[in-house]
RNA sequence: GCGUUCAUAGCUCAGUAGGAUAGAGCGGCGGUUUCCUAAACCGCAGGCCGCAGGUUCGAAUCCUGCUGGACGCACCA
């Protein structure tokens, strides 16, 4: 696998891009047959509907059954329009059943409760469906007429710093998403936009001046920077923890409150009450640390020489550290451009703004007011040092002009949305109005006690100490399992399956939703999680080993499949649900309806497992048959994990 | 104060452009292995979908209010 890749230098002087325009789009010819069952169904529905302004809403009412006693698919819009015209429901599905044509696919619908109408797939259909499906390079997948280029934009670390578990969600997401929609056909960017030019290289220069192992950083130069960062970072935490603290004693004390403030202040004192002198010292020995930190961020910046060479000679062992967690997670990138890299375009973003009116002088600073929030958008701020703002609109006009992409997807925390509001809304002004920009927010991570897991509060987990423990566990769990694997096969086992439990547990949540880490959980190597895929996988692989056969011999001689048993039905029909699912995952940029369809389909392929014998089958018909489920379910199990960023085994 | 968001089984979570009896995993209880990997399968118990109104044939889903939590709100990124 082809780890992250930097085609760009790292010069902070790096000078306006070549334009790389996109690919000429080719307008692919409709398919006269579509292997999405679902869009199969709403355009027949749509159809059979007299009035057309009714036709989308009664498509998109047709949706996959409830309730398999209901059948496999069900359009509920007929109570929607005998609403509008003030007519029986009933009376309306009836007629919609006689005009509907669903040939071949299926009867006539059945009409049931105020006006449900039932669809059942026949099983001739489904069976030479899947046949199709199993042939097929691309599982039934169309590639849309008009593919769209797509800029994702995920991960984003700060370098310098060791990632810690904070950093998965948007890795792991936006990876998924990337992978996703290159799967469905569209032209994908993927941007890792470093912070490679912030405060934390103050840290480190300040650590590289006053702190430095010479002979460590001689032999690690990456361990030691990890280090000269941590060991400022804990000098210069006394100083917030303790101006935080002052801050609201004095506020109680203002407001008469002496008790309260008392309490507040005793947080940070030993139970004799607060030792002011010391506490007073200890502060001012952080500020002071901070404060000269902050100004070798402000000399790098300014383009102090010294500075600027060290950070040149830092950059290529920062860019270590990520590379081997991405490499772990088997992560890369088409650009991994930084903040540095469009520093040098800055100014001109302020200038071309201010010419244009966006953006105003405010109280010494230059601004963009918006609509979106309250708060102005600061692109300068008083002393005259740019905004992370700045960077973000700049980002957004080399990435217009380089790729012209029609969507930009940003994989990052929702607490950030005021920001992408403001953003989104100064771009379009700007004249970047034809780009869809899309704040992919995710929830925020929780420790155990359901609090947020915090950056800056130091003793964050490191995610690779993560990515250990998981790959131990599953250890354990390999060797106790499997001994008659080699070692050798028992560690790489271990990694797949560890790796994958802590993907998995994030990606199969909604990823709106805050996500509680909880290590136990992620490490469960049964229920939904990872490795029930993978060991659905694996044993599907053991049958086919075992009938000396494969998917490509099952694909090139693909026998007739009969789905005789309802086991093997219910399998069959998920495996048709594969394009319909992915349309919707990337509408919605949702992995988690991928993993969610994943343990469906694995789950319903292990009773299939259970109830139908496959190698001991009666007969050699059914038994070529089920070999064929098993190198379908075998096929979209590894397609489905890989869209996540999971891959699979052959044995474990 | 303004804004965003969340509240679903003991725990962790799905499900919201309104649809039929609200689902899963874990945990609990009970079954299944002379048979393709038991990291599995099958079953049972468990719910005022935070509270109160409203909209309508129909509300976990939409609206209003309330309670409780999280987050954001001009020079950090």
């Given at each position: 696998?082809?780890?992250?890749?930097?085609?760009?230098?790292?010069?902070?002087?790096?000078?306006?891009?070549?334009?790389?325009?996109?690919?000429?789009?080719?307008?692919?010819?409709?398919?006269?047959?579509?292997?999405?069952?679902?869009?199969?169904?709403?355009?027949?529905?749509?159809?059979?509907?007299?009035?057309?302004?009714?036709?989308?809403?009664?498509?998109?009412?047709?949706?996959?059954?409830?309730?398999?006693?209901?059948?496999?698919?069900?359009?509920?819009?007929?109570?929607?329009?005998?609403?509008?015209?003030?007519?029986?429901?009933?009376?309306?599905?009836?007629?919609?059943?006689?005009?509907?044509?669903?040939?071949?696919?299926?009867?006539?619908?059945?009409?049931?409760?105020?006006?449900?109408?039932?669809?059942?797939?026949?099983?001739?259909?489904?069976?030479?469906?899947?046949?199709?499906?199993?042939?097929?390079?691309?599982?039934?997948?169309?590639?849309?007429?008009?593919?769209?280029?797509?800029?994702?934009?995920?991960?984003?670390?700060?370098?310098?710093?060791?990632?810690?578990?904070?950093?998965?969600?948007?890795?792991?997401?936006?990876?998924?998403?990337?992978?996703?929609?290159?799967?469905?056909?569209?032209?994908?960017?993927?941007?890792?936009?470093?912070?490679?030019?912030?405060?934390?290289?103050?840290?480190?220069?300040?650590?590289?001046?006053?702190?430095?192992?010479?002979?460590?950083?001689?032999?690690?130069?990456?361990?030691?920077?990890?280090?000269?960062?941590?060991?400022?970072?804990?000098?210069?935490?006394?100083?917030?923890?303790?101006?935080?603290?002052?801050?609201?004693?004095?506020?109680?004390?203002?407001?008469?409150?002496?008790?309260?403030?008392?309490?507040?202040?005793?947080?940070?004192?030993?139970?004799?009450?607060?030792?002011?002198?010391?506490?007073?010292?200890?502060?001012?020995?952080?500020?002071?640390?901070?404060?000269?930190?902050?100004?070798?961020?402000?000399?790098?910046?300014?383009?102090?020489?010294?500075?600027?060479?060290?950070?040149?000679?830092?950059?290529?062992?920062?860019?270590?550290?990520?590379?081997?967690?991405?490499?772990?997670?088997?992560?890369?990138?088409?650009?991994?451009?930084?903040?540095?890299?469009?520093?040098?375009?800055?100014?001109?973003?302020?200038?071309?703004?201010?010419?244009?009116?966006?953006?105003?002088?405010?109280?010494?600073?230059?601004?963009?007011?918006?609509?979106?929030?309250?708060?102005?958008?600061?692109?300068?701020?008083?002393?005259?040092?740019?905004?992370?703002?700045?960077?973000?609109?700049?980002?957004?006009?080399?990435?217009?002009?380089?790729?012209?992409?029609d969507q930009v997807l940003y994989v990052v925390d929702h607490r950030q949305g005021d920001h992408f509001h403001q953003l989104f809304e100064t771009a379009k002004t700007w004249g970047f109005d034809k780009v869809d920009f899309r704040?992919?927010?995710?929830?925020?991570?929780?420790?155990?006690?359901?609090?947020?897991?915090?950056?800056?509060?130091?003793?964050?987990?490191?995610?690779?100490?993560?990515?250990?423990?998981?790959?131990?566990?599953?250890?354990?769990?390999?060797?106790?399992?499997?001994?008659?694997?080699?070692?050798?096969?028992?560690?790489?086992?271990?990694?797949?399956?560890?790796?994958?439990?802590?993907?998995?547990?994030?990606?199969?949540?909604?990823?709106?939703?805050?996500?509680?880490?909880?290590?136990?959980?992620?490490?469960?190597?049964?229920?939904?999680?990872?490795?029930?895929?993978?060991?659905?996988?694996?044993?599907?692989?053991?049958?086919?080993?075992?009938?000396?056969?494969?998917?490509?011999?099952l694909r090139t001689n693909t026998p007739p499949i009969s789905l005789a048993h309802p086991a093997e039905r219910a399998l069959g029909m998920q495996i048709l649900r594969l394009p319909e699912t992915l349309e919707q995952a990337t509408?919605?940029?949702?992995?988690?309806?991928?993993?969610?369809?994943?343990?469906?389909?694995?789950?319903?392929?292990?009773?299939?497992?259970?109830?139908?014998?496959?190698?001991?089958?009666?007969?050699?018909?059914?038994?070529?048959?089920?070999?064929?489920?098993?190198?379908?379910?075998?096929?979209?199990?590894?397609?489905?994990?890989?869209?996540?960023?999971?891959?699979?085994?052959?044995?474990?």
């Open positions: 696998m082809p780890t992250s890749k930097s085609t760009e230098s790292y010069s902070p002087l790096a000078l306006t891009p070549k334009p790389e325009l996109r690919p000429p789009q080719q307008t692919l010819p409709d398919p006269t047959t579509t292997m999405n069952v679902l869009e199969f169904f709403r355009q027949r529905f749509a159809q059979a509907i007299a009035d057309e302004s009714q036709r989308p809403a009664f498509a998109d009412a047709v949706r996959p059954a409830t309730d398999p006693k209901f059948g496999d698919y069900q359009a509920n819009g007929s109570m929607a329009i005998a609403k509008a015209a003030k007519r029986n429901p009933r009376d309306i599905a009836n007629e919609v059943a006689e005009a509907v044509n669903l040939e071949p696919m299926a009867d006539k619908p059945e009409l049931a409760g105020p006006g449900f109408l039932n669809v059942r797939l026949r099983n001739n259909q489904i069976e030479s469906l899947l046949a199709d499906l199993l042939k097929d390079d691309r599982l039934g997948i169309e590639t849309p007429a008009i593919p769209k280029t797509v800029v994702v934009d995920y991960s984003s670390p700060n370098v310098a710093k060791p990632m810690h578990v904070g950093h998965i969600r948007s890795t792991i997401i936006g990876e998924s998403l990337a992978r996703t929609l290159a799967a469905l056909g569209h032209h994908v960017i993927r941007d890792n936009h470093l912070g490679d030019w912030g405060a934390q290289f103050g840290m480190i220069l300040w650590g590289y001046k006053n702190l430095l192992h010479n002979d460590a950083y001689e032999t690690d130069p990456v361990h030691e920077l990890a280090r000269l960062y941590k060991a400022v970072q804990s000098q210069i935490k006394p100083a917030e923890t303790y101006e935080e603290t002052y801050q609201k004693a004095f506020q109680l004390l203002k407001a008469g409150k002496a008790d309260e403030a008392e309490t507040v202040a005793s947080k940070i004192s030993g139970p004799d009450g607060p030792d002011w002198a010391d506490i007073q010292a200890q502060t001012a020995a952080a500020a002071l640390i901070r404060d000269q930190a902050r100004q070798e961020t402000a000399k790098l910046h300014s383009g102090d020489s010294e500075n600027r060479q060290l950070w040149g000679q830092f950059m290529p062992h920062c860019l270590k550290m990520l590379e081997d967690v991405y490499q772990r997670l088997d992560v890369r990138f088409d650009v991994q451009l930084g903040e540095s890299f469009y520093d040098p375009m800055l100014a001109d973003v302020v200038t071309d703004l201010q010419a244009k009116a966006i953006a105003t002088n405010s109280e010494g600073a230059t601004v963009c007011f918006c609509k979106a929030t309250k708060a102005p958008m600061l692109v300068r701020k008083s002393d005259g040092a740019f905004t992370y703002a700045t960077t973000d609109l700049a980002t957004i006009r080399y990435r217009a002009l380089r790729w012209n992409p704040h992919v927010a995710f929830g925020t991570i929780l420790d155990q006690s359901g609090r947020p897991l915090k950056t800056r509060e130091g003793d964050a987990v490191g995610l690779a100490g993560i990515l250990d423990e998981a790959v131990q566990v599953a250890r354990g769990v390999v060797d106790e399992n499997s001994p008659e694997l080699s070692p050798q096969e028992r560690a790489q086992v271990a990694e797949i399956v560890g790796i994958g439990a802590v993907k998995y547990a994030d990606l199969s949540q909604n990823r709106s939703s805050d996500y509680k880490f909880d290590l136990h959980k992620m490490m469960a190597m049964n229920g939904n999680t990872a490795t029930y895929l993978q060991y659905a996988y694996a044993r599907i692989q053991s049958i086919l080993r075992k009938a000396e056969t494969s998917e490509d011999a509408v919605e940029m949702k992995p988690n309806l991928v993993a969610e369809y994943l343990f469906e389909l694995a789950n319903r392929y292990s009773s299939f497992y259970s109830e139908c014998p496959v190698l001991r089958a009666d007969e050699p018909s059914i038994r070529q048959s089920r070999l064929a489920l098993c190198a379908a379910t075998s096929r979209l199990l590894r397609f489905g994990l890989n869209l996540l960023g999971i891959q699979v085994v052959e044995r474990m």
